[in-house]
Structure formats: C-alpha cells, structure tokens
C-alpha cells in the first residue's frame, strides 16, 4: 500500500506501555500475557479474533444487551492526542483516517452524521466500557464507547501463525472492527444483542455470523471508495486481505486447531463466506449489498 504522507487520524489513543487492566465496566476476561500469544493465539482466536465485544460471547454482559449501562470515558472538550510517531501506528492511523473519510461519505449521501470511533492500541490489557480488553483476545470493538481495541503484536501472530501477512491484512483488521462501528452507528448490533437473549446457542452463533460477514462486507465497502479516491493499492494488495478472510474462517481456524469442524459452533463464518461477503463490498462498493441477515445463504 502507497500509504506514507496520506492523512492521520487524531482520535487514536496510544496506551502502549501502561498496564490500564483496572476500571471500566464489566468484569475481568480469562488467560494472561504471560501465557504467551504463541500458545494460546490458536486456540482463541476461533472465538475472540476481529470479534465484536468478546465480552459479549463469554457472558460478562449476560448476552442480552441488558444490564447496567456502560460509563463512556470521554476526552474534555478540546484535547489533543499525541499522535503514535512509530511507523505501525502511523499506518494504523492513517487507515482509521481513511475509514472516517469513507464513511462519512456514505453518511452524507444517506443524509445521516458519521461519528468517528476512537483507536485504542494498548499492550497486555486495558481497560474499556466492556470491561478489561486482553492482548490474547485479539482486535476488537467496543459499543460502550465506540473504540476499536488492537495491540500491535496481534499483526506478527496473523504472520507467524495464521499465514496471513502484509499491511492491506493490517488494514482489513482495522476496517473490519470499524465496520462494527458503523453496525453500532445504525442500530444493529444492539439489536442483535437483544435478540441473543431469546434464542438458542446455536441460533445466537448464527446471529454472530451474520453479524461479522456483514462487518466483512463494510470492510469491502471502504476498500472500495478507499481505493477510488487515493489509489494506493500495489500488486498482491487485494490477495493479502482474501487471504486474510480466508485464514480466519471458522472451519479454517478449527481445522487448523486439530478439532473437527462444527458447524454448529462458528460465529464468524467460513472462510469462503468471509471472502465473498467482503469481496461483495469490495466489488459494489453499496452499503444495500451488505444486508446479510436478509440473505438466504451465505
């Protein structure tokens, strides 16, 4: 990607280096850093990666979107951030940009106001409104304050173990979890939420899926009009991020993972849904194509 001297944005928040694992709403997730991404990535990234509020999944909010009502921890009016000056910060930033450009366009044109999400990068654990993010749970998105969660050594894990590297696989990561933004945005995922409540397991993990390949679909969506207005994409680009959806599919990932594969049990998709729902994005560019729960297959 040609994407040196493009637009920052300033809402990343950089909390590398501080252990933030206390305060904020809800409760503390399992598993500790010190267990080491290498031994336990496989196994919890079928569950937690590029998920929407793994908290959500392991029941810390009780899965019905009920409760008490997260504490959204705002900046005062008219601070600044210092901006991430490291070069893997610096790329994350100006994707995060990219995504608020792109979808503040598709907001406009429906005559709605895009509010941009925050970018929170952290190492180890960190607090947020859904309780305490962990490094091994891999990037995620947080509704009650409408951050983005990633630590930055996630991107070697997608390399070294799932086989999925380069930076337009970074940038499909940061657009896919912003993509639960823009379900945050329209309604959807507390919809979602509720309706969790009320029916079975395995109805709820089709709910999930549904909910992540329309997230993949966004994703395409941005790469799109991403690409439309900077052309920044260089050869193998596009491959990275297919192959990305792909190695994160559920029956990939459990197949991988020495377990057989369950149906029943995905909540994120196969790996050939998770490429065509964002190559449908991709291809369109309309956020209409992106309706996957009124779709009869998937």
């Known amino acids: 990607m040609k994407w040196d001297g493009q637009r920052e944005s300033n809402q990343v928040e950089d909390r590398r280096g501080q252990d933030g694992a206390s305060g904020g709403g809800g409760g503390r997730m399992g598993g500790r850093r010190g267990v080491g991404l290498g031994t336990i990535a496989i196994a919890l990234v079928a569950s937690w990666v590029f998920g929407v509020n793994p908290m959500t999944v392991i029941g810390v909010l009780g899965g019905t979107g009920g409760g008490e009502p997260a504490v959204v921890q705002q900046a005062p009016a008219g601070q600044t951030r210092a901006a991430p000056q490291d070069q893997n910060a610096r790329f994350i930033s100006t994707v995060l940009a990219s995504t608020e450009d792109v979808w503040d366009g598709v907001f406009r044109q429906a005559q709605a106001q895009y509010q941009k999400p925050g970018l929170v990068l952290y190492s180890n654990a960190t607090r947020t409104a859904c309780g305490t993010g962990q490094a091994a749970m891999g990037p995620f998105y947080c509704p009650g304050d409408s951050k983005v ?49 009320r029916v079975s397991e ?55 993972a020495g377990g057989r594969v369950r149906p029943e049990s995905f909540t994120h998709g196969t790996s050939q849904q998770r490429m065509t729902w964002f190559k449908r994005g991709l291809q369109t560019g309309q956020i209409a194509q992106c309706d996957s729960f009124q779709a009869r297959t998937l």
């Open 149 to 197: 969660y990633l630590d930055l050594d996630f991107f070697e894990t997608m390399r070294r173990q799932l086989g999925a590297p380069g930076d337009f696989a970074q940038a499909y990561v940061v657009a896919h979890e912003v993509g639960h933004h823009v379900q945050h945005l329209m309604g959807i995922t507390d919809k979602i939420d509720g309706m969790r409540g």
């Open 202 to 256: 395995a109805q709820g993990n089709a709910l999930s899926v549904r909910l992540e390949l329309q997230a993949d679909c966004f994703a395409g969506v941005w790469a799109h009009h991403a690409q439309q207005a900077k052309n920044w994409l260089e050869q193998g680009d596009l491959e990275e991020a297919m192959n990305a959806a792909a190695k994160i599919g559920d029956d990939t990932l459990q197949r991988n």
